[in-house]
Nanobody, 128 residues
Framework: QVQLVESGGGLVQAGDSLRLSCAAAGRTFSSYTMSWFRQAPGKEREFVAA????????YYADSVKGRFTISRDNAKNTVYLQMNSLKPEDTAVYYC?????????????????????WGQGTQVTVSS
């Protein structure tokens, strides 16, 4: 069992930055591919970014590439999402998710159904 707790959300203006954190407790954190998803009102949950076990490989949705950076600190059991140049369309609840094994081990990093554990989410609101 892995417990995930997100923090760092809030209300910001367009162009501002935020850093989200996801603290993990439970089984070996470094055994999991970690990702961020988001869900806006009335929309499906969508992939934002993923990071491999070691942190050496990262993956991004086209909509955030060049603005968001995912990172992890395995010693602190924490994954981060640095969000720069925020836009109103980035407004959503952001979820941290854990998927056992390396990228490509089973399923897809882009599919919510292939994740084993989820956090409760943190709200990010970007005003224009």
């Amino acid at each position: 069992q892995v417990q995930l707790v997100e923090s760092g959300g809030g209300l910001v203006q367009a162009g501002d930055s935020l850093r989200l954190s996801c603290a993990a407790a439970g089984r070996t954190f470094s055994s999991y591919t970690m990702s961020w998803f988001r869900q806006a009102p009335g929309k499906e949950r969508e992939f934002v970014a993923a990071i491999s076990w070691s942190g050496g490989d990262t993956y991004y949705a086209d909509s955030v590439k060049g603005r968001f950076t995912i990172s992890r600190d395995n010693a602190k059991n924490t994954v981060y999402l640095q969000m720069n140049s925020l836009k109103p369309e980035d407004t959503a609840v952001y979820y941290c998710a854990a998927k056992f094994g390396p990228v490509g081990y089973s399923g897809s990093i882009y599919d919510t159904a292939d994740y084993d554990y989820w956090g409760q989410g943190t709200q990010v609101t970007v005003s224009s």
